[in-house]
């Protein structure tokens, strides 16, 4: 793929939001936060994201597995062919599993990466990274 990805990080948890936009943007990466699900819903149409990496606990009622189907199943999102990455410090539950097969393109666990295993990530989608 041609160009550096537009990243949309929507992380609640300040310090881990703070760790991955440093990381991502001394990387070169063009990239916007939201911590919930409603900014989420509200940036993806005018901001158009080519990965997201999208934690699954947030604030407001909603959780990451809403926006994941919601993202998915309602064209005016425009995220079909968006990259959805699920981050969390949680396990894989049966529902989690089933969502993330069906509807996610990756799922990390925090506590078991190192911040800059996203560019891992990234590439993995076929992307070029930065030139420094």
């Known amino acids: 793929m041609a160009g550096l990805p537009k990243i949309l990080l929507v992380e609640d948890t300040v310090q881990i939001a703070d760790i991955y936009m440093q990381v991502l943007t001394n990387g070169g990466f063009t990239v916007k936060l939201v ?26 009622g909603k959780t990451g597995l809403d926006a994941l189907k919601i ?14 990455v699920l981050v969390t410090n949680l396990g894989q539950n049966d529902e989690t599993q089933k969502l993330w097969e069906k509807y996610a393109d990756g799922y990390v666990i925090k506590a078991e ?4 295993e996203l560019f891992d990530i990234i590439e993995s989608f076929g992307y070029e990274m930065p030139k420094e």
């Open 35 to 60: 911590n919930n699900v409603d900014e989420l819903l509200k940036i993806v149409p005018e901001y158009n994201p080519d990965i997201i990496f999208l934690d699954i606990m947030l604030p407001g």
């Open 71 to 84: 993202l998915r199943n309602d064209p005016q999102y425009g995220a079909a062919n968006t990259r959805i």
């Open 113 to 116: 990466i190192d911040p800059h």
